[in-house]
Every structure is written in C-alpha cells, then in structure tokens.
C-alpha cells in the first residue's frame, strides 16, 4: 500500500522569502514522485517529478524537491516566491505500474503576501 | 495549440436528473482518467480508460458511467444514484498507461440544486 501525507493545508509567505511544502510519503517499492500545482478553479498542471534518478529534482518556474529515501520525505522548494506561486500544491506517489496506481496527497493551499 | 478540453465550466443539475460532462483531448494519448475533487482532499479516481473501447473502474466509480468509443473522447456521466453529486470533477490523459504524467483539463464544477 502506499500514502502520502501533506503536513501542511496552508503556508504563508511574504513575497522574495524561500518556500517549502513539506510531503512525507510511505510506499512498499521503490515509489516515482511528483508534485502538481492548481490555480483556482483551474485544472492540475505537472511541477516536477522524481523516477529515481538525481535526488535533487528541478522543476518550472524555479522550484525543485528533493528525494529522501532516509527520512520518505519529497519536500518542494523555492529560494523566492512570487505573487504568481499562489496556488494549491499537491504531492503524488505512484508505485511501479499504472497512473491507476496514483495517490494524492490532500493538497497544501500556499498564500504569498505582498 | 495541443491539449484537453472539458465542457461545460460549470453546470446545475436538480436531483434525480442525469449530466453528461465532456472531455475531448487532442494530444493523441492513449489513457484518459476521470477525477472528482472535494474541497481539502486529494483527488480521487473515478473511471480510467486505456485504450478505446475498454474502461475501468476507480476507487469512487458509483453513480458514475463513461464511454470510450474514440480515442479523443471520454464523456462522464453522472447519474441520479450518485448520492452527492455536487464537487469539482477534472479530466486527464497520458500518453500510455504506465506513467504518474497527467495533462488536465480545465475542470467542471457541478451543482445539485
């Protein structure tokens, strides 16, 4: 079986300070990871994704997380926000298979103040 | 410009009545999926097709039925045995089964009245 768990539903930030959504993850397998970003009332669009090559993954529009097999964590990050980076952020795990085989975390809304 | 199409944006229904959404994709992908999205949850999988003329069921597929009968196209149908309708229903593709890569559509948001 395997989960993903958001540890937060809400971050603040101001503009120009570092970002981090954190995401803990359990899986039986080697798992691929991915985060996803939705603006309101706008379908999902692909950040980055992990499928077990460089632990340090970059994304678009500067994020980038990093694997931890040690700690099962696939934090997202991003040295600065902006305005534009409000939106709701999901992490994903997929065991080896099928997209029928993802599971979605319960999404982090991240708020970016001026 | 390539990509996934849903229709309409947003809908009201009464109870008991039936709605068709639409998804049309032009990317040429094999698999198309079916999400719901309630506020402060995931997304949860609904129906997913991997070729034409063959579906499956997801975690949450009652009340709902779909159709593929071309490669473009995957309407859900919502039915009156659907207890509780109302929610942000999302379309998706991949170009082949065996990937966590979805392309999304723009969403249709439900209301039961």
């Known amino acids: 079986a395997q989960s993903v768990t958001q540890l937060d539903s809400h971050v603040s930030v101001s503009e120009g300070t570092p970002v981090l959504l954190r995401c803990n993850y359990s899986?039986?397998?080697?798992?691929?990871l991915f985060w996803y970003v939705q603006h309101p009332n706008k379908g999902l669009q692909l950040l980055l994704k992990?499928?077990?090559?460089?632990?340090l993954v970059k994304g678009i529009n500067g994020f980038e997380a990093e694997f931890k097999k040690s700690e099962t964590s696939f934090h997202l990050t991003k040295p600065s926000a902006h305005m534009s980076d409000a939106a709701e952020y999901f992490c994903v795990v997929r065991q080896s298979g099928s997209a029928r085989q993802l599971t979605f975390g319960s999404g982090t809304q991240l708020t970016v103040l001026p | 410009d390539g990509g996934i199409t849903q229709s309409p944006k947003y809908l009201f229904r009464k109870e008991g009545q039936n709605v068709t959404l639409s998804c049309e994709q032009n990317l040429n992908h094999d698999a198309m999926y079916w999400y719901r999205q309630d506020p402060g949850q995931g997304l949860r999988l609904i129906y997913y097709s991997q070729i034409v003329n063959d579906f499956q069921k997801g975690d949450i597929a009652e009340g709902y039925s779909v159709s593929r009968e071309k490669k473009e196209s995957f309407p859900l149908t919502v039915t009156s045995a659907q207890k509780n309708p109302t929610a942000f229903y999302l379309c998706?593709?991949?170009?082949?089964?065996?990937?966590?890569?979805?392309?999304f559509g723009e969403g249709s948001r439900l209301t039961v009245l």
């Open positions: 992990y499928t077990s090559a460089a632990t």
């Open positions: 899986s039986s397998y080697s798992p691929s």
């Open positions: 998706a593709s991949s170009p082949h089964r065996d990937t966590g890569e979805l392309f």
